[in-house]
C-alpha cells in the first residue's frame, strides 16, 4: 500500500458517526429502561441559533446511524405545552424555557436530565448546556447498545472549563468534522497557533492566512469557542514610549477583526521581549549572543513580564472586554521557588496563571540513579512540586488557575501515535486533576500541545470523569471496554493495565522524547553518517520538517554517562515486555470477535502495536548505540569495569567481532520490526502522523528507515575491513 492512497485517510472519516445498526446490546441493559421507538418526536423550542439546530439534527442522525429508527424533529414556539404533556418526546430546551431554577450549576454547560419510562427532557443552564445534555444521551445508549435509557432524575455539569485542544488532522486547520468530534468529546474550546507570518517570533504553521473571524463563526455553531496561541513578536519594552502603539498594531489589530476570540495565551518561549531582568540577556533566542552565558527571557521569570502582560491586556480587552488572558510558566520550572513565586506574586489578578501538571519532578531508577521528567509525560500522573508550589501561589493570590494535563491522550512519551491507549494510568491523572480542582480551585485544562488531539476511546473515558454526577471511572472504564469489545471486554481490561504499568515504566528523558520516542520506527540506526547526510522524508509545509524537532542522530555518547544509558536500556526492555503482553491480550480477543480489518476495535489493536514497535526500536537504537560506543572507543581511557558492565548488559563479549554481529543481528530485529509497523499504519493512518510534522512514519519513511539501515551495516563491514579484525 503506498502512501499516496492511504496517507491522510483519517481525515475523511466523520469522527462522530456510528457504522448503521452496528450497536448491539450489553450487560448496561435494564428491562426497567425508557425505551425510545420511531414514535417519538425531539422537540425544541423555535429559534435561529446554529447550535440549536445543529444538536437537534446530531441526534436525530444519531438514531437513525445507530438503531434505524427515525424520530421527527418539531420546532415549536409554544414550548411549556409541550412541557406539561410530554410523553413520548424528547424535549431538548434551556433553563429560560422552564419557569423556575432547574439547573443548579452556575457553569453554562450544565443541564439537567429527566428521564421517566415515558419522555425524556434535558434542560441546559444555556444551549451550550443542552448540547452537552444530548451527547450525554448519546454517549449513554452507545454504551448500553440499544435505543434505551435508564431513568433518572440527575444534574451534570463540567469540572473544568475551558478544556482547550489543538486540531489533530492538520496543524491550526479545523475542518468542521473536526469541531464536531470537539464538541462530542466534550472540548468546548479549540485552541490555535497563529498564521505564517515572516516578521512573527516563529515562522507559524506554513498554510498562509488563516480567517480567525471565520473560524471563531463557525466554533460557535458548535457550542466552541477559540483560544490562541500567541507567536507574535514582542520587541518592544512596556517601558518604551511607543510600545502603546506597537502592540496594537499586532494584537490590537488581531482583536479587531476577530473580537469574538475568547482567549490569548502566552508562553515564555514563543512571548520573548527586551527584559531588564538582569538573569537573562534582554534579547530573545533568535538574537541571542553566542558569547552570552545567560538565558533569553523565555526561559526565565522575569520580573518585568507583568508590565508586558498589562500592557497587552489593556489593548485587546478595548475589542474584546472578557478575553482569557492566559500566562503559562511552563519554561522556568527549574528555577528556584523564590524567583518563580516572586513572578507569581506580581502578575495582574485578573488573568489566569497555566501551570504544568507533571514536569521536573524526579525519581529512582531500577539502578537506583536519579532521572527527571524532561518533558511532557503519562509516566508521571502528577502533580509535581513545581505545580504545588505554584497551584498554593495562585489559591493565596486568587488567581484563576489552569494547567497543561496532557489528557487529550498525547504526550511527548510518544510523538507518532494518535493517542496512548493506557487509561488505568490516565485515570490517575484524572483523579489528580479533580483533587486539584478541590484543593487549588484548578478550572482548565488545556489537554494537548501543538501534536493535535484525535477522537479515541478515551474521549468518553476523560469526560465522564471531568463531568459532576457521572460514572465512577472504574465502571465507566468497564462499560467502555464492553462497548468496543463485548464478550472479550475482559481481556480489553487486561490489556489496557499492561500498557497502563508499561508506561508507568518510563523514562521521560529528552534524548528518547526528541529522538525514537517522536518519530517511532522511522528512528535510524546509524553508523558515522551526519545530520547532513540524511535525507528525511518530509511534507515541505511541515512546521517541523525533517527531523527538526527530533534528533535523527542519537545525541548520546554512552561514555561517560554509561550508568543513565544501562538504566534507559533496562527500563524500555521493561516497557516493552509490558506492551507485548497487552498486544497479545487484545490479539486474543481479535481472534475471538472476528474483528474485520479497519473497524474501530481492529484500529486500537494496531495502535498499540505501534507503541510497541516503537519501543522496540528504542530498545534497539540504544542497544546498537552502547555496542557502537565500545566498537569505536578507540584509545579512549574507559575504566575496565564499565566496559565490563556495558558489554554484560548487552549480553555479550567485548570483541569486535562479537559487538559487529550484535549490531548486525539488532539491524536485522529492527527491519523486522519497521515491517510490523507498517502494517498498523496500513490499518490506520492517523498512525504516524502528527500535525506539527505531517507523518514521521508511512510506507515512504519505512523504505528510508531501512535504506539507511543497510547502509550503516556497509559502514561497519567497511570500518572492519580497515581494521583488519
Known amino acids: 500500500m503506498k502512501s499516496g492512497s492511504h496517507d491522510y485517510s483519517f481525515r475523511n472519516q466523520n469522527f462522530c458517526a456510528i457504522p448503521p445498526l452496528t450497536l448491539?446490546?450489553?450487560?448496561?441493559?435494564?428491562?426497567?429502561?425508557?425505551?425510545?421507538?420511531?414514535?417519538?418526536?425531539?422537540?425544541?423550542?423555535?429559534?435561529?441559533?446554529?447550535?440549536?439546530?445543529?444538536?437537534?439534527?446530531?441526534?436525530?442522525?444519531?438514531?437513525?446511524d445507530a438503531f434505524g429508527v427515525s424520530l421527527r424533529i418539531r420546532y415549536v414556539k409554544n414550548i411549556r405545552s409541550y412541557i406539561d404533556n410530554p410523553s413520548g418526546k424528547i424535549i431538548l430546551i434551556q433553563e429560560s424555557d422552564r419557569v423556575g431554577n432547574t439547573v443548579m450549576s452556575d457553569k453554562k454547560a450544565a443541564f439537567h436530565l429527566l428521564v421517566t419510562d415515558s419522555h425524556v427532557i434535558v434542560t441546559g443552564k444555556t444551549e451550550r448546556g443542552t448540547a452537552r445534555g444530548v451527547y450525554y444521551l448519546e454517549d449513554s445508549m452507545r454504551l448500553r447498545g440499544e435505543c434505551s435509557l435508564l431513568p433518572q432524575d440527575s444534574e451534570h455539569a463540567p469540572l473544568f472549563c475551558p478544556r482547550m485542544t489543538h486540531s489533530g488532522t492538520e496543524f491550526d486547520t479545523f475542518p468542521d468534522n473536526f469541531l464536531e468530534a470537539c464538541a462530542h468529546a466534550g472540548h468546548p474550546d479549540s485552541h490555535l497557533h497563529g498564521f505564517e507570518d515572516p516578521e512573527a517570533l516563529w515562522p507559524g504553521a506554513g498554510r498562509g492566512y488563516c480567517d480567525f473571524a471565520n473560524l471563531v463563526w463557525r466554533a460557535k455553531g458548535y457550542g466552541l469557542a477559540v483560544y490562541v496561541y500567541s507567536h507574535i513578536l514582542c520587541d518592544i519594552h512596556p517601558d518604551e514610549p511607543e510600545a502603546e502603539a506597537y502592540y496594537e498594531a499586532s494584537f490590537g489589530k488581531l482583536f479587531k477583526s476577530a473580537p469574538g476570540i475568547k482567549g490569548l495565551i502566552f508562553v515564555g518561549e514563543t512571548f520573548e521581549f527586551p527584559s531588564k531582568d538582569p538573569h537573562t540577556s534582554g534579547v530573545r533566542c533568535q538574537l541571542q549572543p553566542k558569547d552570552d552565558p545567560r538565558v533569553s527571557p523565555g526561559w526565565y521569570p522575569c520580573y518585568d513580564y507583568p508590565q508586558l502582560l498589562s500592557l497587552i491586556q489593556k489593548t485587546v480587552r478595548k475589542y474584546n472586554p472578557d478575553v482569557d488572558i492566559v500566562f503559562w510558566t511552563y519554561n522556568w520550572g527549574y528555577v528556584d521557588k523564590e524567583a518563580r513565586l516572586a513572578l507569581i506574586e506580581n502578575l495582574p489578578k485578573d488573568i489566569t496563571l497555566q501551570l504544568t501538571f507533571e514536569m521536573w519532578e524526579s525519581f529512582v531508577g531500577v539502578n537506583g540513579k536519579r532521572y527527571s521528567i524532561d518533558d511532557y509525560s503519562i509516566s508521571f500522573p502528577g502533580p509535581s512540586q513545581v505545580f504545588i508550589d505554584e497551584a498554593e501561589k495562585a489559591k493565596e493570590l486568587g488567581i484563576r488557575l489552569y494547567t497543561m494535563a496532557n489528557t487529550g491522550g498525547r504526550t511527548w512519551d510518544n510523538g507518532a501515535a494518535p493517542y496512548l491507549p493506557v487509561p488505568q494510568q490516565w485515570q490517575k491523572r484524572y483523579e489528580a486533576l479533580c483533587r486539584a480542582n478541590k484543593e487549588y480551585g484548578l478550572s482548565g485544562l488545556m489537554e494537548n500541545h501543538?501534536?493535535?488531539?484525535?477522537?479515541?476511546?478515551?474521549?468518553?473515558?476523560?469526560?465522564?470523569?471531568?463531568?459532576?454526577?457521572?460514572?465512577?471511572?472504574?465502571?465507566?472504564?468497564?462499560?467502555?471496554?464492553?462497548?468496543?469489545?463485548?464478550?472479550?471486554?475482559?481481556?480489553?481490561?487486561?490489556?489496557?493495565?499492561?500498557?497502563?504499568?508499561?508506561?508507568?515504566?518510563?523514562?521521560?528523558?529528552?534524548?528518547?522524547?526528541?529522538?525514537?520516542?517522536?518519530?517511532?520506527?522511522?528512528?535510524?540506526?546509524?553508523?558515522?553518517?551526519?545530520?547532513?547526510?540524511?535525507?528525511?522524508?518530509?511534507?515541505?509545509?511541515?512546521?517541523?520538517?525533517?527531523?527538526?524537532?527530533?534528533n535523527p542522530v542519537y545525541p548520546d555518547s554512552v561514555f561517560p554517562n554509561y550508568e543513565n544509558v544501562i538504566m534507559r536500556y533496562r527500563h524500555v526492555k521493561t516497557v516493552k515486555e509490558h506492551f507485548a503482553c497487552g498486544v497479545k491480550l487484545l490479539a486474543e480477543a481479535a481472534e475471538t470477535l472476528k474483528v474485520p480489518f479497519g473497524s474501530e476495535v481492529s484500529r486500537q489493536i494496531a495502535v498499540a502495536k505501534f507503541l510497541l514497535c516503537t519501543y522496540v526500536t528504542t530498545e534497539n537504537v540504544i542497544g546498537w548505540t552502547m555496542a557502537k560506543a565500545l566498537l569505536l572507543r578507540g584509545e579512549k581511557d574507559i575504566p575496565k569495569d564499565v566496559i565490563c558492565t556495558v558489554s554484560q548488559t548487552l549480553?555479550?563479549?567485548?570483541?569486535?567481532?562479537?559487538?559487529?554481529?550484535?549490531?548486525?543481528?539488532?539491524?536485522?530485529?529492527?527491519?523486522?520490526?519497521?515491517?510490523?509497523?507498517?502494517?498498523?499504519?496500513?490499518?490506520?493512518?492517523?498512525?504516524?502522523?502528527?500535525?506539527?510534522?505531517?507523518?514521521v512514519f508511512n510506507d515512504v519513511f519505512a523504505e528510508w528507515k531501512n535504506a539507511e539501515t543497510e547502509r550503516s551495516l556497509q559502514r561497519l563491514e567497511r570500518w572492519f575491513d580497515n581494521n583488519h579484525f
Request: glycine share 6%.
Open 450 to 550: 501543538h501534536y493535535g488531539w484525535l477522537p479515541s476511546f478515551l474521549s468518553l473515558f476523560s469526560k465522564n470523569a471531568f463531568t459532576s454526577n457521572g460514572l465512577p471511572n472504574d465502571e465507566m472504564l468497564r462499560q467502555i471496554a464492553a462497548r468496543d469489545y463485548g464478550s472479550c471486554a475482559d481481556l480489553a481490561l487486561r490489556a489496557w493495565e499492561c500498557f497502563s504499568e508499561g508506561i508507568s515504566k518510563v523514562i521521560a528523558a529528552g534524548v528518547d522524547q526528541y529522538g525514537p520516542y517522536r518519530c517511532g520506527p522511522t528512528y535510524p540506526l546509524l553508523f558515522d553518517q551526519t545530520s547532513a547526510e540524511l535525507q528525511i522524508p518530509s511534507a515541505p509545509w511541515a512546521w517541523h520538517k525533517g527531523g527538526s524537532i527530533w
Open 651 to 695: 549480553g555479550i563479549q567485548d570483541t569486535p567481532e562479537e559487538l559487529a554481529e550484535y549490531m548486525k543481528q539488532v539491524a536485522a530485529k529492527e527491519t523486522e520490526n519497521v515491517a510490523a509497523a507498517l502494517k498498523c499504519w496500513e490499518e490506520d493512518s492517523s498512525i504516524g502522523f502528527e500535525a506539527s510534522m505531517e507523518y
Open 24 to 64: 448491539t446490546p450489553n450487560a448496561c441493559g435494564s428491562a426497567a429502561a425508557c425505551k425510545i421507538d420511531d414514535s417519538w418526536e425531539i422537540i425544541v423550542p423555535a429559534s435561529d441559533s446554529r447550535l440549536v439546530r445543529y444538536y437537534a439534527d446530531d441526534l436525530s442522525h444519531f438514531f437513525a
